[in-house]
C-alpha cells in the first residue's frame, strides 16, 4: 500500500520568510495529493491539492509542486505570516479520492 | 450545506464501556472515512465506505472497533469494551468522485477512556 513521508516535523521562521514543506511517496499509482492545515485543536482543511497530470500549482502564496519520477511534492508558503502557524499534513491517494494515506505532520511556527 | 457533522465533540468513558461516535456526511457525497488522529501515530484511516458499503476497513484495530452505514445519511463506530489506549481525536470526512474539493472533515470527537 501506499506510505507518505513528510519532514521536517518542526518548522520555524520569521514573519515574511519562505516556508517548504517536502513529501515523498511510494505508490506509482498515487495520483492525487493534497495538503492540509490544521489549527490547534480543529479539523483539517484542504488548502491546495495537485493531480499527477500537474508539475505545479499556485494560489496566492501557496504553491505545491510535484516531482512524479522522483515521487515527492512540495508545499511553498511565501510571506509568511503568524496565522500561517499550524500544522500541515500531505497526503497521497488514487482515484476517485479513494483512501488517501496522510504523512505524520509538519508543525510551522511564524514567528512576527 | 451544514458539512460533515459529527456528536458528540467529547466524550469521557470509563474503561471497559461501550462508546459510539456518529457521523453525518455532506448530502450527495458517496464517500464516507474514519480516520483516528493520536500525537504518535497521526492520522490513520480507520474505515472507507462507497455507497454505504465498507470497501476497507483494514485499518480497524481490532475486534473491539466496527463501524456501519445504514443509509448514505449517517454512520457510527462504535468501540467495544473501551480501553484507554483508544483515547484520541476520531475525526470522519466525506467527500465525492470527481469533486475538486477533495476530503472534507468533520470537527471531530475527542474521546477520553479513563
Known amino acids: 500500500g501506499e506510505n507518505v513521508e513528510q519532514h521536517p516535523s518542526t518548522l520555524s521562521v520569521q514573519e515574511g520568510d519562505s516556508a517548504v514543506i517536502k513529501c515523498t511517496y511510494s505508490?506509482?499509482?498515487?495520483?492525487?495529493f493534497p495538503w492540509y492545515k490544521q489549527e490547534l485543536g480543529k479539523r483539517p482543511q484542504l488548502i491546495i491539492d495537485?493531480?499527477?497530470?500537474?508539475g505545479e500549482k499556485k494560489d496566492q502564496r501557496i504553491a505545491v509542486t510535484l516531482n512524479k519520477t522522483a515521487k515527492h511534492f512540495s508545499l511553498h508558503i511565501t510571506e509568511t505570516q503568524p496565522e500561517d502557524s499550524a500544522v500541515y499534513f500531505c497526503?497521497?491517494?488514487?482515484?476517485?479520492?479513494?483512501?488517501?494515506?496522510f504523512g505524520t505532520g509538519t508543525r510551522l511556527l511564524v514567528s512576527p | 450545506d451544514a458539512g460533515v457533522i459529527q456528536s458528540p465533540r467529547h466524550e469521557v468513558t470509563e474503561m471497559g464501556q461501550e462508546v459510539t461516535l456518529r457521523c453525518k456526511p455532506i448530502?450527495?457525497?458517496?464517500?464516507l472515512f474514519w480516520y483516528r488522529q493520536t500525537m504518535m501515530r497521526g492520522l490513520e484511516l480507520l474505515i472507507y465506505?462507497?455507497?454505504?458499503?465498507?470497501?476497507?476497513d483494514s485499518g480497524m484495530p481490532e475486534d473491539r472497533f466496527s463501524a456501519k452505514m445504514p443509509n448514505a445519511s449517517f454512520s457510527t463506530l462504535k468501540i467495544q469494551p473501551s480501553e484507554p489506549r483508544d483515547s484520541a481525536v476520531y475525526f470522519c470526512?466525506?467527500?465525492?468522485?470527481?469533486?475538486?474539493?477533495?476530503?472534507?472533515f468533520g470537527s471531530g470527537t475527542r474521546l477520553t477512556v479513563v
Open positions: 505508490d506509482s499509482a498515487s495520483n492525487y
Open positions: 495537485i493531480r499527477s497530470n500537474v
Open positions: 470526512a466525506s467527500s465525492i468522485r470527481g469533486s475538486n474539493y477533495g476530503y472534507t
Open positions: 497526503a497521497g491517494g488514487g482515484t476517485g479520492f479513494q483512501k488517501l494515506v
Open positions: 465506505f462507497n455507497n454505504n458499503v465498507p470497501i476497507d
Open positions: 448530502s450527495g457525497h458517496d464517500y
